[in-house]
């Protein structure tokens, strides 16, 4: 039996960075519980390709070009969606890339890339979007955070910079807006297998470092982010905001030691 609590049904759900790993799964999820979704990426040829094959025989999902670190492609983006739904219920900032160097080697060009893409970006595109949430006085946003806000890794700052301020943006947000309607929470997934990430996790000596500091003895799969994301899109939560869930098999709990009990 469905749960109408956690229905997602007919809610129009837009995914940045919809086209492969977290963004794409989540997509996907939205896709087969009825949403009407909208991905959204760099790649044309990808986000058609992945459109496609997270279609339903019932549910057709939408792919639209945008680079969140244009502006004018936000206000595209945003334009179409309303043009072609009238309304945008559920906001999904997944978006984000980055890179692996130490902190004294990352160029201006290079910091600027991360934060354009993974802050900037998603500020302006929710804002673009809140605003029209605003005026419905309904709707729910949900950020892609990351492990590193709460401990930060190494080769990584930019990255570990721009997710410490999605969780700022995810609380501030959350408290300017909600008495108009829009909920604003984020997800922090731990270390989760992607397209992007398997090379770096198929080293065996990572992949037994990672599991041994992960209380759930395994890396994560893209689709045990749905389950959170769903909730947080629907009735469920309906008295929850500001708020940044950890979802990462128990990593965030403590520091494991490598000693026998």
Known sequence: MSDELFSVAGQVTLVSGGSRGIGRALAAAFAARSARVVITGREARTLEQTAREISTAENTVTPIVCDVADLEDIDRLVG???????????????AGVNK??????FSPEEYDFILNINL???????????????EKRSGTIINID???????????LPYAIS?????????GMAAEWGELGVRVNA???GFILTDLTNKLWSNPTMQAWGK???????????DDLAG???????????????????????????TLWPIEL
Do not use: C, H, W
Not at 87 to 93: A, K
Not at 100 to 105: A, H, I, N, Y
Not at 163 to 171: C, E, F, H, I, P
């Open 80 to 94: 179409a969606v309303l043009a072609q739904f009238g309304r945008i219920d559920t906001l999904i900032n997944v």
């Open 100 to 105: 692996r160097k130490k902190v004294e080697t």
């Open 120 to 134: 900037r970006g998603l500020f302006f595109l929710s804002q673009a979007v809140g605003k029209k949430m605003i």
């Open 146 to 156: 990351s492990l590193n806000t709460n401990s930060p890794l190494k080769g990584v």
């Open 163 to 171: 997710k410490a301020g999605v969780s700022m943006l995810t609380r």
């Open 187 to 189: 997800i922090a997934p």
């Open 212 to 222: 041994a500091n992960t209380p759930l003895r395994r890396l994560g799969q893209v």
């Open 228 to 254: 959170t994301a769903i909730y947080l899109a629907s009735k469920a939560s309906a008295f929850m905001t500001g708020q940044v869930l950890y979802v990462d098999g128990g990593m965030s709990a403590g």
